[in-house]
């Protein structure tokens, strides 16, 4: 089955984790310099989807294509996936113990393509800057997000990944963030975005898809979703 | 004078004054939550009260007896449970085994050999361990392996784990991050019930203000490690120096 | 029923007559066959399957539950050796006081220890316990030897005081028995061919086993079986949870430290003979490979281990250059040699190559040890047929 390849595309993508069949067969797409929300509730499989696309070994990719600017991803391991441009804000943030926040920026520029230079990525975020010899992890919450955010632009990515970017996170950080990736957006940046505050990723996003236990059961655009009264309350309550 | 005493708490990490001569007193039977900013050391002060960490100075007294010094064990022996943020579950066993394992700490206590009685034979345990479950809508994950849940779920079965004590006192930590609205409307619920009909005292650390306005009888607001404002809740949303540490413009 | 599970039953019911029939299916080749040499079914063999099974169930209690990786448990087999030996000595002939004296000596041996290396977790865990038990070797072989007997080992001799029945001796050294039943004796039944031996000794050997496995069952579906798992799970959240996790392991420690002194003890109700060498590290490691070959934390997979090693140990290696050449013999001069050349380094002596690799095969392919690649394949082969219905 080859529908038109568009800039990134998920077809018929299966995963498991273990025994669990956690994403069953979803496809979607996404163009060039859009911002897709992925939204359900909890253990519809949105982080799972993310993973999966990232090239992350669990969940377990068992059937399916997903192919980036014409490369194909479902053959990659992960760190093949970020050479192709994949970049993951996981939601734990994953900043790595025992570097400094400039340590963290640097190790993800070992390897080319570049994208923002650290001092680009010190601007969009002067408390990095500030705190640029600190240890990453001894940063607070939304200091780490930011770090995490920064780290995937340093490289020349094709695609942001966001888990939950919101997350635990105190209202002015989330908003001082919202900022920030709508900035990033402007700058052309195509991006998934996986959000429990759906308003807000619906704010941020032109398109949205809705799953629903590891099945996508709506796609549109974003307007459609916030104007959807039945929608938001089945699958998102809100 | 209140279920939980805290004066004058200090800790200091190497350069970082992470508590600033903290008080707090939190009512018997009431809600307390704690709001700030992130790095405000509201996670520091919770680990101060369940043994993780030591205050350099101050005290934090429990029905009277002081909590510092102890160990996690004996805490929670004294009727203090904690759900934990990233979730801190046991990966590998099963939903149900996560909420029998804290029963039977209730019941049994800190050791108990009891090597020759089959679980299964454990009824009430059994049925307690349940009960929470279905309290908190997870009935049907009971026999999943704790690790291949959500992320939403695993935090509800945190909850289920500090509910399944029937503790004194429960600490929670920011319990509905990465919930659905749905699944976080539901745990209000449940806490609030919890609330009023056992009469659990609890804190409760969240930055989502739905959930603290919904269940808060008090709130006290941490920044740079002092609690800066600490009143009725109606009063801290227009509280002009809350709007600035923390809640930000949109509010 | 015996307040098992209908599984868990079934599975004690399959160890019940894997070990009673044992005899039987260990001898598949009859007498004076070319494959005679590959029938395990004689008692000295068997005895050693079934002891160090329950060595291996019950190192599993606390590693495979637990988590927490021994490197000294052949300490406590020893030790529990030497109590055998002493009993056997000082009091009587009987083994029945051996092995109980041997199983208790073993665990206050086990507390002592386990008291101190369970201070740490991981890794310094185990080079506390190792060195414990390189120490316990060490001292056995020299400034113990008044106890131990030194290099030349423990044994019984014909001027022992033996207080209950020392009077009773002839001119010989007595042989261990069971109320007068000696452990030696054996029945032997020729059926065609083959020929079946049934050991006095290997059965009182199997009758321990299915009382040590019974107990291990037991104590894996119990309240106290699931908390050593919480202990593996997270450590640091149980005592959150206000379980002291140290007791925990400890008793865990112990009972594993006692099935290895009533393995000890056996083994000199069996033999009278008790060495310094049965306490070496590489005694130690014997076990932790048994568990992990046959399945982690699994009921049946030590047993299993065991078995497998011992078989390995006892069987493949005696398999010489002469009998190879014998087999390849009908192949054409060069071919054989070849083939001779190629297999003569995993056999024979080399029986650790064959085992390192099927060790390794199986961690690799088999996280899950034996057991967990088994049932990993049943269930693969379940989901097929109820998929494709």
Known sequence: ?238 | MGALEVRGVNKRFGGLQALNDVNLTVEEGRIHAIIGPNGAGKSTLLNCFVGRLTPDSGTVMFHGKSLLGRQPHQINQAGVSRVFQTPEIFADLTVLENVMIPALAHRDGIFEFNAFKPMRHETDIHKRAHDVLEDLGMADKTDMVAASMSRGDKRRLEMAMGLVQEPKLLLLDEPTAGMSRADTNNTIEVLRHIGDSRGITMIIIEHDMHVVFSLADRISVLAQGTVIVEDAPENIKGNVKVQEAYLGGAH | MLGLSRKDFLTLLFVLLLVAAAPIFLNPFPEGSKFAQFNAGYPDLMQRFVIFGIFAIGYNILFGLTGYLSFGHAAFLGAGSYAGVWMLKLLTINVIPAILVSTLVAGIFSLLIGYISLRRSGIYFSILTLAFAQMSFALAASVLTPITGGETGLQTALNDPRILDGASVGGNIPAPSLFGLQMGYSWKVAVGDWLWTFNVGYYLCAFVLLIAFYISIRIFRSPFGMMLKAVKSNNQRLSYTGISPRPYTLAAFVISGMYAGLAGGLMVSMDPLAGAERMQWTASGEVVLMTILGGVGTLIGPVLGAGLIKYFENIFSKINENLLEQWFAFMPEGLGDFIVTIIYPFVGKGWHLTLGLMFMLVVIFMPGGLIGGLSGIYKRVFRRRSTAQ
Request: overall charge negative; charged content about 25%.
């Open chain 1, 1 to 238: 089955m080859s529908a038109e390849r568009g800039y990134f595309t998920c077809n018929d993508i299966h995963a498991y984790y273990g025994e669990s069949y956690i994403v069953q067969g979803v496809s979607f797409q996404v163009r060039e310099g859009e911002i897709l929300a992925l939204l359900g509730r909890n253990g519809a499989g949105k982080t799972s989807t993310l993973r999966t696309i990232a090239r992350i070994g669990d969940p377990e990719l068992q059937q399916g294509e997903i192919w980036l600017n014409n490369q194909p991803l479902h053959n990659m391991a992960s760190y093949e996936a970020a050479v192709a441009g994949v970049g993951l804000v996981p939601e734990d943030r994953r900043i790595i113990p025992g570097l400094t926040v400039e340590e963290n920026i640097k190790l993800a520029q070992i390897v080319e393509p570049v994208g923002w230079s650290i001092e680009q990525i010190y601007e969009l975020f002067p408390r990095l800057g500030e705190r640029r010899k600190q240890e990453g992890v001894t940063l607070s919450g939304g200091e780490q997000q930011m770090l995490a955010i920064g780290r995937a632009l340093s490289r020349d990515i094709k695609l942001l990944l966001l888990d939950e970017p919101y997350e635990g996170l105190a209202p002015v950080i989330v908003q001082e963030i919202e900022k920030t990736l709508h900035y990033i957006r402007e700058q052309g940046m195509t991006a998934i975005i996986v959000e429990q505050n759906a308003v807000a990723a619906l704010e941020l996003a032109d398109r949205a898809v809705i799953l629903d236990t590891g099945e996508l059961v709506f796609e549109g655009s974003a307007k459609e979703v916030l104007e959807n009264e039945q929608l938001r309350h089945e699958y998102l309550a809100i």
